[in-house]
């Protein structure tokens, strides 16, 4: 059963940082890429970042470039977003995702939500001004 647990949110305040970790089981966790995304009240989910399965592509979306870091532990199975100089704007929960098709070794990962297919229940990150 592929299991995707966030945890590190919690409430910070404009400027500060915090790290979110996803992590993984469940599914060979070297071979799919993984996605970081939030869904702000009222809004619809929109992806921040997302890693390949070969580690050598990461995209960000114009709004956290510059700012956020993704990475990847393949000894801990765990996925990392990294988020600093944080914004009110940036208030949301934030999901990690996992495709449901391998590609191993592959530089692919895409921001759009619809093409994952595995969602951890998110956690929660305030921002206050």
């Known amino acids: 059963e592929v299991q995707l647990d966030e945890s590190g949110g919690g409430l910070v305040q404009a400027g500060g940082s915090l790290r979110l970790s996803c992590a993984a089981s469940?599914?060979?966790?070297?071979?799919?890429?993984i996605g970081w995304f939030r869904q702000a009240p009222g809004k619809e989910r929109e992806g921040a970042s997302c890693?390949?399965?070969?580690?050598?592509?990461?995209y960000y979306a114009d709004s956290v470039k510059g700012r956020f870091t993704i990475s990847r532990d393949r000894a801990e199975n765990t996925v990392y977003l990294q988020m600093n100089s944080l914004k009110p704007e940036d208030t949301a929960v934030y999901y990690c995702?996992?495709?449901?098709?391998?590609?191993?070794?592959?530089?692919?990962?895409?921001?759009?939500?619809?093409?994952?297919?595995?969602w951890g229940q998110g956690t929660q990150v305030t921002v206050s001004s």
């Open positions: 995702a996992v495709s449901g098709v391998a590609r191993s070794g592959s530089s692919w990962c895409d921001l759009r939500p619809y093409e994952y297919d595995y």
């Open positions: 469940g599914f060979a966790f070297d071979d799919y890429a």
């Open positions: 890693i390949s399965s070969s580690d050598d592509s990461t």
